[in-house]
């Protein structure tokens, strides 16, 4: 892939630098932003701001996350020359974030979904990687970059988890190449895999049975969906990453084709995670402002959860499953 966008000139030519995750962040996009954040200060001598809405204690072990802001602390009056944007498919992915991308001297849309519809004055965006952290180990690649421990702990991250640990179909030839050469630096496999899969408290684990039990099965099993209120998050006292693999578990049954959980995130307010085995549920999402990959995508719909799933299911119903 060639990733010649002028990024060397955009970052040199700019003094205050924003990196901006999208909203409930994960792996792929706090690895991203954290390699990037590192890459910079190595090859630039720069320290970039980092801007979060919430961190999941999953990943605070990435270098640099620690020095993250978030939303609620940081000066709304605040103007960057740049603001860089890792792993954010869609404008509205950035929430209330967007203020300080919208008064940026200059933007930069790194990412790798194909719905991404390069909403940036300059827009890197490769929808054959199998993540954004992919994207930006190849930045680095063409560009000359040099790596560090930091940054290649992070970009591995990132890759890890937005392929399943390397089981998605997005995993190609050029995706273990990278990971292969990131591990060059001294990262070493086993350790990020127990930090991003082997580290949840028990309350996680006693949610997430919770929410299985309610699943619901339609279509002869071909559809499973789960739902979860704001109350079931809070009985269960776990934190933003409490959804994390979710999806996964039910997609995993033999039967199922296309699975999603519905999550109230505020009154009258639902979040869809998506997933499938063949079917496009990407083009599902997109029907209510959202988007994604073919077999993983994602929504917000302006609805209680129960009207929210009717909508969706209503979409589903005219698929041939």
Not at 111 to 120: E, L
Not at 270 to 279: D, E, H, I, L
Request: aromatic share 10%.
């Amino acid at each position: 892939m060639s990733l010649d966008n002028n990024i060397d000139y955009i970052i040199k030519s700019s003094k205050k630098i924003l990196i901006i995750s999208h909203i409930n962040p994960d792996g792929d996009t706090l690895g991203s932003m954290s390699g990037l954040y590192s890459l910079i200060r190595e090859n630039y001598k720069k320290d970039a701001d980092m801007l979060l809405d919430n961190l999941p204690a999953t990943y605070e072990f990435l270098p640099a996350i620690k020095n993250a802001k978030f939303y609620n602390t940081i000066d709304k009056s605040l103007v960057y020359d740049l603001v860089i944007t890792v792993d954010v498919a869609a404008i509205d992915r950035m929430d209330e974030v967007k203020v300080f991308f919208e008064k940026a001297h200059s933007t930069l849309n790194i990412d790798h979904h194909a719905t991404n519809n390069s909403y940036a004055q300059n827009n890197i965006v490769v929808p054959e990687a199998s993540s954004t952290g992919e994207v930006i180990a190849s930045l680095a690649q063409e560009n000359g970059w040099k790596m560090n421990y930091d940054a290649a702990l992070a970009l591995y991250t990132a890759i890890l988890t937005d392929t399943g640990s390397f089981k998605f179909s997005n995993t190609s030839p050029k995706t273990l190449e990278t990971a292969a050469k990131l591990l060059e630096y001294g990262v070493k496999p086993h350790d990020v895999y127990k930090w991003c899969y082997e580290s949840y408290p028990k309350n996680f684990f006693l949610f997430q049975n919770y929410c299985l039990n309610k699943a619901v099965f339609l279509k002869n099993d071909r559809v499973v969906y789960t739902e979860i209120y704001k109350k079931d998050v809070e009985k269960f006292a776990v934190g933003p990453d409490c959804t994390e693999g979710l999806t996964e578990k039910l997609r995993a049954i033999s039967s199922t084709e296309i699975a999603f959980i519905a999550k109230e995130i505020a009154p009258g307010m639902t979040k869809f995670s998506m997933r499938s085995k063949n079917t496009d549920v990407s083009a599902i999402c997109a029907m209510f402002g959202g988007g994604g990959h073919k077999l993983a995508a994602g929504c917000v719909v302006k609805s209680s959860v129960k009207t929210a799933v009717d909508k969706v299911l209503a979409q589903i119903e005219n698929l041939e499953l």
